[in-house]
Nanobody, 112 residues
Framework: QVQLVESGGGFMQPGGSLRLSCAASGFTFSSYTMKWYRQAPGKEREWVASITQSARITSYTDSVKGRFTISRDNVKNTVYLQMNSLQPEDTAMYYC?????WGQGTQVTVSS
């Protein structure tokens, strides 16, 4: 059974940092490009970042470039999203994705 379980979300003041984790099981994690998406209230889900199977290539949406870092551990079957310099517009539910598989999401709220 495929599972993607996100964790690490929470409440943070602007300028702070959070690290999201997504633990994968039930499929060959190292064979998949992994992605993070987010969905803010009243908005469509948007792609945030991707990392290829070997972690050689990472990519980011423009609004998070220089602030967020995606990484992965193919031994622990986990993908991470380090989020620095958080802003109120980063408030959203963050989802882990592997092709057709989705996690349940973890909420990130940035507010003063």
């Amino acid at each position: 059974q495929v599972q993607l379980v996100e964790s690490g979300g929470g409440f943070m003041q602007p300028g702070g940092s959070l690290r999201l984790s997504c633990a994968a099981s039930g499929f060959t994690f190292s064979s998949y490009t992994m992605k993070w998406y987010r969905q803010a209230p009243g908005k469509e889900r948007e792609w945030v970042a991707s990392i290829t199977q070997s972690a050689r290539i990472t990519s980011y949406t423009d609004s998070v470039k220089g602030r967020f870092t995606i990484s992965r551990d193919n031994v622990k079957n986990t993908v991470y999203l380090q989020m620095n310099s958080l802003q109120p517009e980063d408030t959203a539910m963050y989802y882990c994705n592997a092709n057709l598989y989705w996690g349940q999401g973890t909420q990130v709220t940035v507010s003063s």
